[in-house]
């Protein structure tokens, strides 16, 4: 069974440049998170869905972030334009449901680097 | 302020040793606390999830304890391997009715267990 997928695993794009991640979540989970992970910030709660809906976007640092999730088996988070204090991996995590006990499965994470 | 700080950042043992992090937590209300294995470039797995009323709970060669008065939790690991190399994440929730939307996030410790 596959796990969460992320797209690409690494990208180097240039300040000013968009960027799109891209994320499948696990077949039957209706809960997608996406997250960010630095060293200095450890990892931080962008936005997340439920049944394809934006519950919480309080995370999303500002408006050049942008999140969709167009349907179950899809979502993208987008930064345009691009800034290099945007470099951190970027994770997306799906689950059953929004319990609290419902266990987070990540994916492979996005390096992403602006140079 | 809900904050979760862990301890210590980093640490070198040697294989075949126990070990033992720690997680101190200012946040209310509680729901629960959950722990976290990063390998080196992938994303976090769960190990446990800890609820009030628990005090223990284990997961092979991982042991969670949690002392809900003192706001404390540790992960004990026994007869370390090469393997447990890692990132340990110490996550808390924080939303007493249940939802994900309120983790608060450890910075974690950098387990390196050396033959």
């Known amino acids: 069974d596959a796990g969460v997928i992320q797209s690409p695993r690494h990208e180097v794009t240039e300040m000013g440049q968009e960027v799109t991640l891209r994320c499948k979540p696990i077949s039957g989970h209706n809960s997608l998170f996406w997250y960010r992970q630095t060293m200095m910030r450890g990892l931080e709660l962008l936005i997340y869905?439920?049944?394809?809906?934006?519950?919480?976007d309080s995370g999303m640092p500002e408006d050049r972030f942008s999140a969709k999730m167009p349907n179950a088996s899809f979502s993208t988070l987008k930064i345009q334009p691009s800034e290099p204090r945007d470099s951190a991996v970027y994770f997306c995590a799906s689950s059953l449901g929004l319990a609290g006990w419902e266990t987070q499965y990540f994916g492979p994470g996005t390096r992403l680097l602006v140079l | 302020k809900n904050q979760v700080e862990q301890s210590p950042q980093s640490l070198i043992i040697l294989e075949g040793k126990n070990c033992t992090l720690q997680c101190n937590y200012t946040v209310s209300p509680f729901s629960n606390l959950r722990w976290y294995k990063q390998d080196t470039g992938r994303g976090p797995v769960s190990l446990t999830i800890?609820?009030?009323?628990?005090n223990t709970k284990s997961n092979g060669r991982y042991t969670a304890t949690l002392d809900a008065d003192t706001k404390q939790s540790s992960l004990h690991i026994t007869a370390s391997q090469l393997s447990d190399s890692a990132s340990y994440i110490c996550v808390v929730n924080t939303n007493y009715g249940g939802s994900q939307g309120n983790l608060i996030f450890g910075k974690g410790t950098k387990l390196s267990v050396k033959p």
């Open positions: 800890m609820t009030f009323s628990e």
């Open positions: 869905f439920n049944n394809n809906v934006p519950i919480d």
